[in-house]
């Protein structure tokens, strides 16, 4: 028998039942009745039909009748539940008929309800992050405004700061010591100093820029001319000295610095620079070098088989074997704009339009660098953003040869990525680079490290992934005032190295017989010269030329290349000027360069194919 199931009764207890209740007075109620009527209060006893399995029992103000089932009841009970269970069979025919024709819809769209969804996703996921942030931006000025309750002596209290609109918002802002105050009405917050380095500015002597800049201000070694701080930077020796302080500072307690001082530190370091390259600080973040900031966009992107990158024949090799690999790995078709230059602006932008007009598909990114490296090139890149902007193509802007090099402004070109290194032309030791990356792309972009900050935005995420040498980071604070207080401000620095490049090329058009690649327009401080009998040089002549002014010649450091100039492969030299640099120093490679005779091909070195790459 099932729970809840009704026994039977058997006839004897029938019977026995009867004779029960039936000895009860009419007006002597049951216990549970009379407690029932107790509490409630004196009231007439409502008749009730109690319908059995086998025995009908019809009671009456404690009068039984027995006699069977209730056949009205029965019936009546019956066809309501008979109607009940129609109605239920008709509303399920009703749905399903429903759901059949909303499948055959979804059916239809296919893959553009996909799309649609994808798409509602990302808006979703952005226009809640961004509701949050309001409401986090509202919650932490209503905190700031109540100030801080009084806490004991000598305790620390952490008072959450608000968002300032146009400063990053990282994840630790510093901590503010309060001190506890008897009888005062507004308690007082005073925030913790944060460390500093000991470089006395006014000490620092201002020196001519050329071969006194070197010796006094750099350790480049007195007996090599270096012509290639384009490839890894230089950097001088108060910014070094600035280093040291700083890794001293951080090894005298490295949990405090890293919990109280390294997220401030980092914050001025982001400003500085935003000022310099005329960007948003909320949307600038810090990276170890111009690679990593390719990969970062690169892997951050949902590449599907079939997808595109655009990019141009001259871009920097680094970037074209991270293209290749996003084609190994993803199926990424690699659309690639042939362009011989010398070029004019206008004739860049008429290639690209063309060949974007060949396309069947819209490119997932394009991306082409503001200065090549290797050619050495300033790409208009503002004009080449809004053109591809005007094909809806995202755009991706290497500019780690022209921050510093040529006065730039982010915020202008508009790219969707701008990414840059800041050792090579500005001074800070070797790793330091940055990534710009526009609002509306920033839910998108992750740091290749995945860490504790993971889902608390684009700032907070590459702030801080790991423990790293943040020195070289913070140091950037004094190469800037380097420039400031050693070299008398940017202007100076980019008019004399632009310059010491015009002369270099007249200098070297009349000693070698050949003419500057770029016109004066396109070159900055980073002329390319051809050498002389340098066409059709034999294949490696390059790093074999390398290798000879590095060993052989008066160790001088450059930087050689084989390029395609005019429809002839040419070998070229690329010449950094420097505040560090002179005339002469161009007047000893030109020597240098004569003594080989055309002879290009004959040295041979150990370790050559190490110098392939360094530019």
């Known amino acids: ?300 992107l949902p590449w599907r088989a079939g997808d595109s990158i655009l990019t141009f024949s001259v871009d920097y090799d680094a970037t074209k074997l991270a293209m290749e690999h996003l084609n190994d790995t993803c199926g990424v078709e690699i659309l690639e704009i042939p362009l011989k230059l010398p070029m004019t602006d206008d004739e860049i932008l008429q290639a690209v339009e063309d060949f974007i007009k060949t396309l069947d598909s819209t490119p997932l990114l394009a991306n082409f660098c503001h200065v090549t490296s290797k050619t050495a090139w300033l790409f208009p890149a503002k004009r080449l953003v809004s053109l591809f902007h005007k094909y809806h193509i995202p755009v991706m802007v290497d500019g780690a040869q022209a921050a510093g090099q040529h006065p730039i402004n982010v915020s202008e070109i508009n790219a969707d990525y701008y990414l840059g290194t800041v050792h090579k032309w500005m001074y800070t030791p070797q790793g330091v680079a940055f990534l710009v990356t526009a609002p509306h792309k920033q839910e998108t972009v992750f740091p290749l490290t995945v860490s504790y900050h993971l889902g608390k935005g684009y700032q907070e995420e590459f702030a801080y992934t790991g423990v790293q040498d943040f020195t070289s980071w913070i140091a950037m604070l004094q190469a800037f005032q380097f420039v400031e207080h050693v070299c008398g401000g940017w202007t100076k620095v980019r008019t004399y190295c632009h310059e010491l490049a015009h002369q270099a090329v007249e200098l070297l058009e009349q000693e070698w017989g050949t003419k500057c690649i770029q016109d004066k327009e396109h070159r900055g401080a980073l002329p390319i010269m051809p050498l002389p009998q340098g066409e059709n040089a034999p294949q490696g002549a390059e790093v074999k030329v390398m290798a000879y002014l590095l060993v052989e010649i008066d160790h001088i450091t450059a930087f050689c290349l084989m390029e395609d100039f005019g429809g002839v492969p040419t070998l070229c030299v690329r010449l950094t000027c420097q505040i560090f640099n002179s005339l002469e120093d161009y007047k000893k490679l030109a020597v240098a360069i004569n003594n080989m005779k055309g002879a290009y091909g004959s040295y041979v070195a150990a370790g050559l194919e190490l110098l392939s790459f360094h530019h």
């Open 1 to 300: 028998m099932g729970c809840g199931a009704t026994k039977p009764r058997t006839t004897n207890e029938e019977e026995k039942f009867e004779t029960v209740h039936a000895k009860q007075p009419a007006d002597r109620p049951s216990s549970r009745a009379s407690s029932r009527r107790s509490s409630r209060g004196s009231r007439p006893i409502t008749p009730t039909i109690v319908v059995g399995e086998t025995l009908g029992v019809a009671k009456h103000a404690g009068e039984v009748v027995a006699g069977g089932v209730v056949d009205g009841v029965k019936t009546v009970t019956g066809q309501k539940k008979r109607e009940r269970k129609l109605a239920r069979e008709a509303e399920i025919e009703a749905l399903t008929d429903k759901i059949r024709r909303l499948e055959c819809q979804l059916e239809e769209l296919g893959g553009d309800l996909v799309e649609i969804l994808d798409r509602t996703k990302i808006f979703t996921k952005t226009h809640h992050q961004a509701e949050l942030q309001h409401k986090a931006s509202k919650l932490m000025a209503k905190r700031r405004a109540k100030a801080v309750a009084t806490v004991d002596e000598g305790e620390i209290a952490d008072v959450v700061q608000p968002i300032t609109p146009g400063e990053p918002a990282f994840a630790s802002p510093p901590l503010q010591l309060v001190e506890a105050k008897d009888n005062v009405e507004e308690e007082e917050t005073t925030t913790v100093a944060l460390p500093s380095v000991d470089i006395d500015w006014d000490s620092q002597p201002r020196v001519e820029f050329g071969q006194e800049m070197k010796d006094v201000h750099f350790k480049l070694d007195e007996n090599r001319l270096f012509l290639n701080a384009a490839s890894y930077g230089a950097t001088p020796k108060v910014v070094c000295e600035a280093r040291r302080q700083w890794e001293e500072i951080v090894q005298s307690d490295p949990v405090v610095f890293q919990l109280q001082y390294l997220i401030p530190l980092l914050k001025q370091c982001v400003q500085q620079l935003s000022k310099l390259i005329h960007s948003d600080p909320n949307n600038t973040v810090l990276l170890v070098n111009a690679n990593a900031a390719t990969s970062t966009v690169l892997k951050s």
